[in-house]
């Protein structure tokens, strides 16, 4: 298949003429630029249909190769409600922003000029976890691992006066070790399942 060079060449000064304009801070200028990114892409789809061959009407003695491809010129279609659709929309915007302030140019957003200012290190996102993230310790297994806990069981006068960090926050080891048994050793039950 052979391409033409004049529909390429058109193609791509629209292609790029169209690309600058939707850089600009005008609406006019970026509808004018989707108006002609949408008519570089009908030249691209008329260019990949090929030449042109016979009307694709059937008849008996015509090869099948001689027909026309109807595919390009559908989807050239398509590209044009498409295109229509896209313009109408902008018009629209175009002309609600003229109706409410008076100019074309798109504002600086000041939220937005406060995002692209912060750094992309995010303290709460980017920081280092610790080892320990629940506020309830994890004191079941000790360190060399024979021991139950590192921390002398509730009870013993050893651990009273020691303090272990949980939660950001330094708690008793004996709360933090009473934490561990099954049930709530911070309320007494009365009957029927209340609370004293």
Request: one cysteine or more; charged letters at 20%.
């Amino acid at each position: 298949m052979s391409v033409n060079l004049t529909l390429l060449s058109v193609m791509g000064i629209l292609y790029a003429c169209g690309i600058y304009l939707i850089l600009e801070r005008s609406l006019t200028r970026v509808l004018l630029g989707l108006m002609m990114l949408a008519n570089a892409t009908n030249l691209l789809l008329l260019a990949t249909g090929g030449y042109s061959g016979l009307a694709p009407l059937y008849e008996k003695d015509i090869p099948a190769g001689e027909y026309n491809d109807p595919l390009p010129q559908a989807l050239i279609l398509t590209s044009i409600v498409i295109s229509f659709a896209v313009t109408a929309f902008m018009l629209g915007i175009i002309y609600r922003t003229w109706v409410l302030a008076r100019q074309d140019e798109i504002q600086d957003d000041v939220e937005d000029l406060r995002v692209a200012e912060t750094p992309s290190f995010d303290a709460e996102d980017d920081a280092e976890i610790p080892l320990e993230t629940s506020e309830f310790p994890l004191t079941m297994l000790g360190i060399d691992g024979d021991q139950i806990s590192n921390y002398p069981p509730v009870g013993s006068s050893e651990g009273a006066e020691e303090t272990i960090e949980a939660g950001g926050r330094e708690i008793a080891v004996k709360d933090a070790d009473a934490e561990e048994k099954p049930g709530s050793q911070n309320v007494t039950p009365g009957p029927e399942g209340g609370l004293k």
